[in-house]
């Protein structure tokens, strides 16, 4: 009898998972049902605004989107290109781009060509224009835009609407910028896979079945396909750098303190780990042109001695000394991922630049450490945040990671249902439940091994980290999840505060096929990913000091290799 009941209580708490799963699920379907139609009636006015438009002709259309920001932003001004005819081109591509990609969230119309016409109408009387003038750009999902949706992916959020402007945007709206729209963002602003269940699944440019990053992915798809010229995003663990080197575009992930945490997004759900600013471009000066518009009096570099940075400020490298890696504590790179590090460490010497072999600064124990404080509490945040929803990172893939057998994978979740733990929050509750004493200990260890890792580097006359950005070209959707830990290097630099520029290198080419010996699990995943690399973006990551963030820029410029967008 005992055992009978017990059957029956197991059978009845699945059944009603399955059933809660089900409403989300359909929750979810209606609201991306909703979405597709209004996007639709969009594409419609859009055509309606361009046969009442005197737009240029189809090939200088093309050269005015491939125009760098700054290039655009000097034209706008002298009069040269009309505010509303450029915003209304780009609204144009990022239509068409989002049907293929879906990779916009909200589109604001009306706002923006509005705030163009009016750009164009009071141009002669302007006596002060401002840095970002009638330059449009986008910004991610999260950052905070009065009167527009900030989900982070999570179905009870589908419609929160943000009461007033993040610093950020206030920043922008100051300096004449126009936001055309918000892009999509992976929930939470976890992982490397822009997919959540309110808006779904964004697809890379370069190839449909292959994902295009994190939290900055909807803006880096924007961004690489010409549909806006810049974006402005987050970085949480690494998702500027790999989202950056997936799409093919230049990325700025700015140091924690430079763009504090409360002036962009509203909800700080990281634990003890900074959450970054980040920038977009498909050219290599935009970063530097947007970057100089929301922090026009950067604080000081501290962290390296101050007679470099003047030099640096002022173009004279010989000084800076480069350490450079190619392998991670856990997998060794793609053979174009090296061979893009390659052409950047020759870009690097020829402009003068000291470059010098190094171990990877990241050692297994800090990568530990960086996932010990991110489930530190136990899972308490994720679980007041989800509230009862399912994340987007399924039980699937997590599982998939641990190892585990088709057979134990069935079991293990069936065992998680029965006792209502379908989400991740709840499995990192059971593997990672740690009191606050131990999270405060573990934010302690990280903040110690950040200074250890500057020590060394002082200690070893490194100014900066040259690496690549990600070790294989963009996985398959199917495939991000396992292989996440892919991104560790870039998550222990993204959790100790160290700002990254990513640079496009090239497209993979050669054949996978004798590419990586496969000897466990991880490698075992890493290899089919690659299998669909071929002429996908590759990038580098140039790592500098917290703080560093202009040197950074100005030193990615001599190393930097132009880029065509898509």
């Known amino acids: 009898v005992a055992v009978a009941s017990l059957a ?6 699945c059944a009603w998972v399955y059933v809660n799963r089900l409403v989300a699920r359909k929750e979810a379907l209606q609201f991306q049902h909703r979405k597709r139609g209004e996007k639709a009636r969009l594409a419609g006015r859009l055509l309606k605004l361009v046969e009442e438009t005197e737009l240029p002709p189809k090939e200088q259309q093309e050269e005015i989107l491939r125009l760098s920001p700054q290039e655009l932003s000097e034209k706008l001004k002298s009069g040269a290109l009309s505010c509303y005819t450029v915003c209304l081109l780009y609204l144009l591509r990022a239509s068409s781009v989002d049907e293929e990609t879906n990779s916009i969230t909200q589109f604001f119309l009306d706002e923006s060509l509005e705030l163009a016409k009016n750009l164009d109408a009071n141009r002669e009387s302007t006596t002060e224009f401002g840095k970002l003038w009638g330059v449009p750009l986008c910004i991610s999902e999260d950052i905070i835009k009065e009167g527009s949706v900030n989900s982070l992916g999570l179905l009870q959020f589908y419609n929160h609407k943000d009461p007033t402007d ?50 900055a992915g ?45 002036s962009f997004v509203s909800k700080g759900h990281l634990n003890g780990l900074p959450l970054s600013c980040g920038l977009l471009s498909a050219h290599p000066d935009g970063l530097a042109f947007l970057s100089d518009a929301l922090q026009p009096n950067p604080p000081p570099c501290t962290a390296l001695p101050s007679t470099l940075v003047s030099e640096v400020a002022t173009g004279v490298v010989s000084s800076v000394r480069v350490g450079v890696y190619k392998a991670d504590c ?39 450490v960086c996932y010990s404080v991110f489930g530190a509490d136990g899972g308490e945040l994720y679980s007041e945040l989800l509230n009862g929803q399912q994340v987007a990172a399924n039980l699937e893939d997590q599982l998939m990671v641990m190892g585990m057998s088709p057979l134990l994978r069935f079991a293990f979740k069936t065992l998680l249902m029965a006792v209502g733990a379908e989400r991740i929050a709840d499995v990192v509750s059971m593997f990672c439940a740690q009191s606050v004493r131990t999270y405060l200990e573990r934010i302690e260890e990280l903040d110690q091994m950040k200074q250890d890792l500057l020590t060394s580097m002082n200690e070893k006359n490194i100014h900066f980290f040259l690496c690549p950005a990600f070790p294989i070209p963009a996985p398959p959707a199917d495939l991000a999840g396992k292989v996440d830990a ?9 959790a100790m505060g160290f700002p990254t520029v990513t640079l496009p290198m090239a497209l993979a080419k050669e054949d996978v096929s004798e590419s990586r010996e496969v000897a466990d699990f991880w490698d075992t995943a890493v290899a089919e990913a690659e299998a669909e690399a071929e002429g996908l ?7 500098g000091v917290p703080g560093s963030d202009r040197l950074c820029l100005q030193l990615a410029r001599l190393i930097a290799t132009p880029t065509s967008a898509v």
């Open 8 to 13: 029956v209580a197991v059978s009845l708490r």
């Open 166 to 215: 993040s610093h950020i945007v206030k920043k922008v709206r100051e300096q004449g910028g126009i936001i055309l729209f918000k892009t999509n963002v992976s929930q939470l602003l976890l992982g490397n896979n822009c997919f959540n269940p309110v808006y779904g699944q964004t697809a890379n440019i370069y190839n449909s079945n292959t994902v295009a990053g994190g939290s």
């Open 218 to 262: 909807g803006a880096a798809v924007c961004v690489a396909s010409l549909s806006a010229p810049l974006a402005i995003c987050t970085d949480a663990l690494g998702s500027v750098v790999s989202s950056s080197h997936f799409c093919g575009v230049f990325g700025l992930r700015f140091s924690p303190a430079s763009i504090p945490l409360s």
């Open 330 to 368: 856990l997998f060794a790179p793609f053979k174009s991922c090296a061979d893009a590090l390659d052409t950047a460490i020759a870009r690097a010497k020829a402009a003068g630049i000291e470059v010098v072999e190094c171990d990877c600064p990241v050692s297994y124990p800090l990568m530990l």
């Open 486 to 494: 892919a991104n560790s290097h870039n998550r222990a630099f993204s």
């Open 537 to 543: 973006p590759v990038g580098v990551q140039l790592v």
